[in-house]
């Protein structure tokens, strides 16, 4: 499927959470094997290719097939998105904060894919979906 690379967007997202970065790294790890944090989000995982499928809004899903990259122990990974409405990486960075730790997630040089509605109602759709995946991490490693 072509891509239309014209036309990129690049966005940030982040929030605290009272937890250790290498606990919050875990979670982010392993989130293909156990979604159960991030409530509606349905996985598949081979360890190194990962499918979502993630609440966006009313009916909205978002969905992607992604390779994992870039895994950086206690510190973040990357999400190359190899299938989908957009096309670009997923970057989680954990930046230790007091006593708990920043996830920051940026979205990099997104593109839509040929064909698809347009990028900024797709990127609006995928910050709504990490935003609530985000706060879902958060609930869930403050409420242990």
């Known amino acids: 499927m072509p891509i239309l690379a014209e036309v990129t967007v690049n966005t940030s997202d982040e929030i605290f959470v009272d937890a250790e970065p290498a606990e919050v790294y875990r979670a982010l790890l392993t989130f293909g094997k156990d979604p159960s944090w991030w409530p509606g989000a349905r996985t598949t995982s081979d360890g190194k290719h990962l499918g979502v499928v993630a609440p966006a809004g009313g009916l909205s899903r978002l969905r992607f097939?992604?390779?994992?990259?870039?895994?950086?122990?206690?510190?973040?990974?990357?999400?190359?998105?190899?299938e989908g409405e957009l096309h670009g990486r997923g970057e989680w960075w954990l930046e230790p904060f007091k006593d708990g730790t920043i996830v920051h997630y940026y979205l990099i040089e997104a593109a839509k894919a040929s064909g698809a509605r347009g990028l900024d109602a797709l990127v609006d759709k995928?910050?709504?979906a990490i935003r609530r995946g985000m706060n879902a991490l958060k609930d869930f490693m403050e409420g242990r």
């Open 65 to 82: 097939a992604a390779t994992v990259d870039h895994v950086r122990p206690d510190e973040g990974l990357t999400w190359v998105f190899d």
């Open 126 to 128: 995928h910050r709504v």
